[in-house]
């Protein structure tokens, strides 16, 4: 069972930048996928970026290419979303996640509030 324990979120004015980190605990697999899903006030949690544990091939919703970047740290167990160029549109609660490869998200952290002003 993976554990996920987001932190880093906060306050930003548009075109600012913020980093999250997720700390890992647990037992991981070479085919686990690491991701950051976020939840607007009134609207569907989407996804924002994956990345695979082993290889560390990324993915990014369409919204966040070229401003936002996955990474993780194998030695440190942590997976990090840095966040550039960032818009009002970007406020919401930012969940870590991880799934089995090909499966559903089904391990969550707690989330962690990003709020940019204009």
């Known amino acids: 069972q993976v554990q996920l324990v987001e932190s880093g979120g906060g306050l930003a004015q548009a075109g600012g930048s913020l980093r999250l980190s997720c700390a890992v605990s647990?037992?991981?697999?070479?085919?686990?996928?690491m991701g950051w899903l976020r939840q607007a006030p009134g609207k569907e949690r989407e996804f924002v970026a994956s990345i695979t544990w082993s290889l560390g091939s990324t993915s990014y919703a369409d919204s966040v290419k070229g401003r936002f970047a996955i990474s993780r740290d194998n030695a440190k167990n942590l997976v990090i979303l840095q966040m550039n160029t960032l818009k009002p549109e970007d406020t919401a609660l930012y969940y870590c996640a991880a799934q089995q490869a090909g499966q559903e998200w089904d391990t969550w952290g707690q989330g962690t509030q990003v709020t940019v002003s204009s």
């Open positions: 647990g037992r991981t697999y070479s085919s686990n996928i």
